[in-house]
């Protein structure tokens, strides 16, 4: 009788170890991935891999409209974050009220990368849109919408959450116009009581200048409501610290 006594609690004690590296590695939080609103009717216009020339003109082109759009940004890709041209057009977006993301620094493949390396082009990029917009994003679109329990893990580290999209509008597959406009036309028939979150290129010509009025306007006739991405998904909170800008320094340089 008092061996069993003694010898149960060893034996739990022995699972429990065994088990324990295994089940902390489990538990390990991972961001949420979003791929589309929570509300019905609702589109979310997002638009990756600025800065470049046109992300002052998106802007224009939403404010003209009065809708709001998401603008998921690389710190070095196109052009780096830091030239003057990015820092104006970020801080001017940011002022109309649409909402700044993280698109990572050098727009890489995070799946082959370490997690160091993941953190590293994360955080970077957060420190670049807390000195050139004074914010750090809760929202990060990982390149190519490329993801994995690391990737996850390592926003989740962040706070971040992950945000992908439901309507690749192909833009950069070298579409035109014509042929882009009509995918959002596609969708919206296909899916008529669906969220749309579309996929843009802020540093396309096409997308800056030719597409968006006439989307913007087939989908109010279609009764969307357009919203950022945060609103999308529900989130009161796109960023997750809010200052201002900092002053240009040598350290605002790719
Ligand atoms: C994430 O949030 C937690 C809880 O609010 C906070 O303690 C931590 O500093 C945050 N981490 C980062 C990297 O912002
Ligand atoms: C869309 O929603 C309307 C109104 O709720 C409904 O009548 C219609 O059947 C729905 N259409 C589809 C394709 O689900």
């Known amino acids: 009788m008092k061996l069993v006594v003694l010898a149960l609690p060893a034996f739990i004690s022995a699972l429990l170890s065994s088990a324990s590296p295994v089940h902390s590695h489990e538990k390990k939080a991972l961001a949420t991935v979003y791929r589309q ?10 638009f990756d891999d600025g800065p470049f020339n046109y992300e002052a003109d998106i802007v224009d082109a939403l404010d003209a ?6 603008f998921f ?17 970020l801080q001017k977006a940011y002022k109309s009220g649409h909402q700044i993301a993280s698109h990572t620094w050098a727009h890489l ?24 917009v ?12 490329s993801t994995n329990n690391n990737v996850r ?33 596609s969708f919206s028939r296909g899916n008529p009581n669906s969220s749309i979150v579309s996929l843009g290129h802020s540093p396309l010509d096409v997308t800056a200048h030719q597409v968006l009025p006439s989307v913007i306007s087939s989908l109010k006739q279609k009764g969307y409501t357009f919203v950022t ?15 201002k800008p900092g002053t240009r320094d040598n350290t605002w340089r790719c």
């Open 229 to 243: 991405f945060a609103e999308c998904v529900g989130s009161n909170t796109p960023y997750l610290t809010i200052a």
């Open 37 to 46: 609103c929570i509300a019905p009717k609702t589109v979310a216009l997002t």
């Open 73 to 89: 940004l690389n710190g070095k890709n196109y052009r780096c974050i830091y030239e003057a041209i990015a820092v104006a057009a």
């Open 65 to 70: 409209a009065g809708v709001k759009g998401t």
């Open 153 to 185: 893990t390592v926003a989740a580290s962040l706070n971040q959450t992950v945000a992908l999209w439901n309507l690749d509008t192909e833009d950069w597959d070298g579409r035109s116009a014509k042929q882009i406009i009509a995918a959002y036309d």
């Open 109 to 132: 493949d995070l799946t082959e990368l370490s997690a160091s390396q993941i953190t590293s082009e994360m955080q970077r990029t957060n420190t670049a849109l807390q000195k050139v």
């Open 134 to 145: 004074g914010v750090t994003p809760a929202f990060v679109r990982p390149p190519f919408g």
